[in-house]
């Protein structure tokens, strides 16, 4: 069965929802605790085993390929204070992955994006991580992309991860219409990209993380334009779908859309307590406020 090696990490959308402050700086930038969202995402496909991350970058967003790159000014000078360990996080990704960066010139959507790897994933199964949202499992347990991996790895069917979604909010997501297999694992029978609540009685979500046999990539090649005027990921996960079979799984981690604000918040505060440098007087904060806010 064919390995899983490659990851592509659209980050070229427009971060509307975060105006203004992704007038100039990319949202995948945003600072989460100390890190940019983007480095979660990285990391999560490292701890997969990913080697290659195809990073989809968009025209303004060449902080992202920088934050990768060396800095040798930077590197030097807290090499000679015995200050390394502070750039370890991304040093420790920078090694251990090929971080590869394709610009998609223009936002024509997610599926799009996608395809823009091609030329990196060339003939490859791959795996897909939204550059906006992080997930965060348990210790101990396996993430999600390599949950993912490792159903992809065991039945060669492409794997999407799915989430129960609030009616309201199903008009936020592609939807995954499914039939349970076994407990936590579905076939999924159809999608539908942000329908209204009337559109459809499922209320699976698809969070952004996802694995592909390689002919979703013929069928990007073959896209047109759908909803929004955009290239849909969903509609070739839907013939994928009928032509290939798609299977689907939940997941315990927690889950953040850093690229909304109120998601960005509670990554921000929910990552923060988790922090042995900040839990403690973040913790204690929080309770006096909760308090002043009865
Ligand atoms: P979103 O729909 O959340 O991103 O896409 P967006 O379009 O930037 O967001 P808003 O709604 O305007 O605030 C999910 C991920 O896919 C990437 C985004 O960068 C984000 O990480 N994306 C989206 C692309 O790379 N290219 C696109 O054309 C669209």
Known sequence: MSKVRKAIIPAAGLGTRFLPATKTVPKEMLTIVDAPIILYVVEEAIKAGIEDIVLIAGRGKHAIEDFFDMSYELEDKLEREGKSQLLARVTKARDAANIISIRQKHALGLGHAVHCGLPIVGKEPFAVLLGDEITMEANGE??????????????????????????????????????????????????????????????????????????IMDLLTNAKPSLNGEIQ??????????????????????????????????????????????????????????????
Do not use: H
């Not at 009616?167 to 990209?193: R, W």
């Not at 839907?238 to 953040?256: E, H, I, P, W």
């Open 142 to 215: 396996a993430n999600v992309t390599s949950q993912l991996v490792k159903s992809f790895e065991e039945t060669g069917t492409s794997t999407i991860s799915i989430m129960k979604v609030a009616e309201k909010d199903v008009s936020k997501y592609g939807i995954a219409e499914v039939e349970e297999k076994s407990s936590g694992f579905f076939k999924v029978t159809s999608l539908v990209e942000k329908p209204k609540p009337t559109e459809t009685t499922s209320r699976w979500a698809l969070p952004g993380r996802y694995v592909f046999d390689n002919a």
């Open 233 to 294: 990921l969903t509609d070739s996960m839907k013939v994928l779908c009928q032509q290939k079979g798609l299977n689907a799984m939940t997941f315990s981690a927690d889950r953040y859309d850093a690229g909304d604000k109120l998601g960005y918040l509670q990554a921000n505060i929910e990552l923060a307590l988790k922090n042995p440098e900040l839990s403690v007087e973040l913790k204690n904060y929080i309770l006096d406020l909760a308090k002043s806010l009865k």
